[in-house]
């Protein structure tokens, strides 16, 4: 069987990020957070693990940390409330699960691989989500779990300017996902939110919906997208990729670039994406002046960056 090389690719949000927001102790912060969960993926990797588990472990451990909206220190709603939605995908087989306005389980994006591996099914939502994790086994936790005081702070404020938003007060689109090759040749994508600060209940955006913030083949790539969700849904955005390399032979950059750089902003959507292919560096691309994001493949240095310079 041939070897390939690994390699990963994490984001955690795009948008307009100010720089004058980001203070240099919460920069550092963000940085510090990329870099755990890249290592927790890299780790996974190097010891000759499988693509699937190494995007899960990235993305549990953007859920635990509070600078990125997905898991613990999530958006509210604006009934004050938290609906988390999650996504994995296994490039070999095609087969995913799906998670979509779960408030009761700690890691949705474990929930979410938990749906792929042990039902017949792919998506379930709410109470069917939890009711699910309950015969998982799977410990609850209250709603509140998920409170911290910054992310009130935010949901008054855009309730304030009557806004819907993405982390209103520092201006990025709250997704987190990961992508991996593994030494075997597969690829996988997983990606989790917390929503938008402000927004009504029972809104679902593009993180839970395979092919548009989430898809893997094989034949093809892994992408997980973080933007104004509505848009990236109506694009099909992560499967459009793939299927421009599927039939069309473009490379993943050329597929990317497509997408996010001239597509998309046709309708004004704003994010973007990380993706892998079969062979080479993963790619990294967004049409906003920031992405929170971190990668490496075998044999280089790990790097994590927020601003697009």
């Known amino acids: 069987m041939a070897e390939y090389q690994w390699g990963i690719a994490l984001h955690g949000g795009a948008g307009t990020i100010p720089r004058a927001a980001l203070t240099p102790e919460k920069e550092a912060a963000c940085h510090d957070g990329l870099a755990r969960a890249l290592k927790a993926g890299t780790d996974i990797l190097a010891d000759g693990g499988s693509s699937l588990d190494a995007v899960e472990a990235t993305v549990v451990e953007l859920e635990n940390d509070e600078n990125f909206n997905a898991g613990y220190g999530s958006v509210l709603t604006s009934d004050a409330t938290f609906e988390l939605d999650a996504a994995i995908m296994r490039g070999s087989d095609l087969e995913a699960g799906a998670v979509i306005g779960v408030n009761k389980v700690e890691h949705p994006i474990s929930l979410a691989r938990l749906i792929m591996e042990q039902s017949e099914h792919l998506l379930f939502s709410r109470d069917g989500a939890h009711e699910f994790a309950r015969e ?174």
């Open 136 to 309: 998982m086994g799977i410990s609850e936790v209250e709603p509140n779990f998920f409170f911290t005081e910054y992310r009130h702070q935010q949901l008054l404020a855009a309730q304030k300017a009557s806004v819907v938003s993405l982390d209103h007060n520092d201006g990025k689109y709250g997704t987190v996902g990961a992508v991996a090759r593994d030494r075997f040749g597969g690829l996988a994508a997983a990606t989790s939110t917390g929503g938008m600060t402000n927004k009504k209940t029972g809104r679902v955006g593009d993180a839970p919906l395979i092919g548009a913030g989430t898809y893997a083949n094989d034949k093809s790539c892994a992408v997980s997208a973080t933007g104004h969700g509505e848009m990236f849904i109506r694009m099909c955005v992560a499967r459009d990729i793939a299927a421009m390399m599927e039939y069309g032979g473009a490379s993943l950059e050329d597929a990317v670039r497509r997408k996010v750089m001239d597509e998309l902003p046709t309708i004004d959507g704003a994010g973007g994406v990380v993706a892998i292919g079969q062979s080479g560096a993963p790619v990294l691309m967004m049409n906003t002046n920031g992405m929170y994001r971190a990668s490496q493949i075998e044999g280089g240095t790990p790097t994590t960056a927020i601003f697009s310079d």
